[in-house]
T-cell receptor, first 115, second 113 residues
Framework: GAGVSQSPSNKVTEKGKDVELRCDPISGHTALYWYRQSLGQGLEFLIYFQGNSAPDKSGLPSDRFSAERTGGSVSTLTIQRTQQEDSAVYLC?????????????FGPGTRLTVL | AQTVTQSQPEMSVQEAETVTLSCTYDTSESDYYLFWYKQPPSRQMILVIRQEAYKQQNATENRFSVNFQKAAKSFSLKISDSQLGDAAMYFCAYRSAAGKLIFGQGTELSVKP
């Protein structure tokens, strides 16, 4: 596709349930990022994949959060045993992965609501 | 750790006028990149402009330009000839060689017809 796509667009779940959020990066982009946008915390980095390197997981808020990237393309962010404070917009971005400040292009996000 | 501060939660500008959004950052790194992103109600983050710290020349993209003051760690965005479509949340972001973006709190810009 022409841009980064994310699914679902919106997700409503009950507290304690697990959810999976999907990101399809721009074709050929080797770097993929997940961010979280919430009213209280603003925009926060969660995790970063670059090629075949070990991901940078330094932003994951707890061990209930995990992400994987299969085949160097699609990524799935999983939140286990969701809590109300997990309610936020989850944004995915990809970049060409060039050395230096290559630009990150964002998807439209997934709005997660935990009841 | 790096931080980014946008001290203006809201700004307003008259259509066709010029507005400047402020951003300051804190870092001990010498090599980094700075960005301004626009987020309309659709939630899509759109790149407005980027600046490499090693470049002294201020970046310009059509009606958008920056005033980059490296010593002062300041990176303001100027929007000239404001249009109704410029209304959005604007985020300043810092990127180090580590890859992740660090965002400011955002500035909500409204454009009055």
């Amino acid at each position: 596709g022409a841009g980064v796509s994310q699914s679902p667009s919106n997700k409503v779940t009950e507290k304690g349930k697990d959810v999976e959020l999907r990101c399809d990066p721009i074709s050929g982009h080797t770097a993929l990022y997940w961010y979280r946008q919430s009213l209280g915390q603003g925009l926060e980095f969660l995790i970063y994949f670059q090629g075949n390197s070990a991901p940078d997981k330094s932003g994951l808020p707890s061990d209930r959060f995990s992400a994987e990237r299969t085949g160097g393309s699609v990524s799935t962010l999983t939140i286990q045993r969701t809590q109300q404070e997990d309610s936020a917009v989850y944004l995915c971005a990809s970049s060409a992965g060039l050395a230096g400040g290559d630009t990150q292009y964002f998807g439209p996000g997934t709005r997660l609501t935990v009841l | 750790a790096q931080t980014v501060t946008q001290s203006q939660p809201e700004m307003s500008v008259q259509e066709a006028e010029t507005v400047t959004l402020s951003c300051t950052y804190d870092t001990s790194e010498s090599d980094y990149y700075l960005f301004w992103y626009k987020q309309p109600p659709s939630r899509q983050m759109i790149l407005v402009i980027r600046q490499e710290a090693y470049k002294q020349q201020n970046a310009t993209e059509n009606r958008f330009s920056v005033n980059f003051q490296k010593a002062a760690k300041s990176f303001s965005l100027k929007i000239s000839d404001s249009q109704l479509g410029d209304a959005a949340m604007y985020f300043c972001a810092y990127r180090s060689a580590a890859g992740k973006l660090i965002f400011g709190q955002g500035t909500e810009l409204s454009v009055k017809p």
